[in-house]
């Protein structure tokens, strides 16, 4: 069974840093293509960040120049470095990709169960 689990989320002011991650478990060969999403209260889920098997990245305009997404594909593992944290920055944070599968079987569309983002003003 593929796991994604995410870590790293907590309580910070305004202006401060956090650093999720989410790190594959299971029977992988290799993490895919990866991204980070976020919903907050009462709002739909939204796209924060992503970052292909190939490092290409792509931001969501409320968090470009503020957050950076990166990868680490021998620790099957991604990252997202949060910076300049703003109050409507609050909200649940969920890895989301794909994984290759020792028996080589590609998952797609795996998601971990969220870690939450507080940033007080």
């Known amino acids: 069974q593929v796991q994604l689990v995410e870590s790293g989320g907590g309580l910070v002011q305004a202006g401060g840093s956090l650093r999720l991650s989410c790190v594959a478990s299971?029977?992988?060969?290799?993490?895919?293509?990866m991204g980070w999403y976020r919903q907050a209260p009462g709002k739909e889920r939204e796209l924060v960040a992503t970052?292909?098997?190939?490092?290409?990245?792509n931001y969501a305009d409320p968090v470009k120049g503020r957050f950076t997404i990166s990868r680490d594909n021998t620790m099957n593992s991604v990252y997202l470095q949060m910076n300049s944290l703003k109050p409507e920055d609050t909200a649940v944070y969920y890895c989301?990709?794909?994984?290759?599968?020792?028996?080589?079987?590609?998952?797609?569309?795996?998601w971990g169960q969220g870690t939450q983002v507080t940033v007080s003003s």
């Open positions: 989301h990709g794909g994984a290759l599968a020792l028996g080589g079987a590609f998952l797609h569309n795996l």
């Open positions: 299971g029977s992988i060969r290799s993490i895919l293509d």
């Open positions: 970052i292909t098997s190939g490092r290409s990245t």
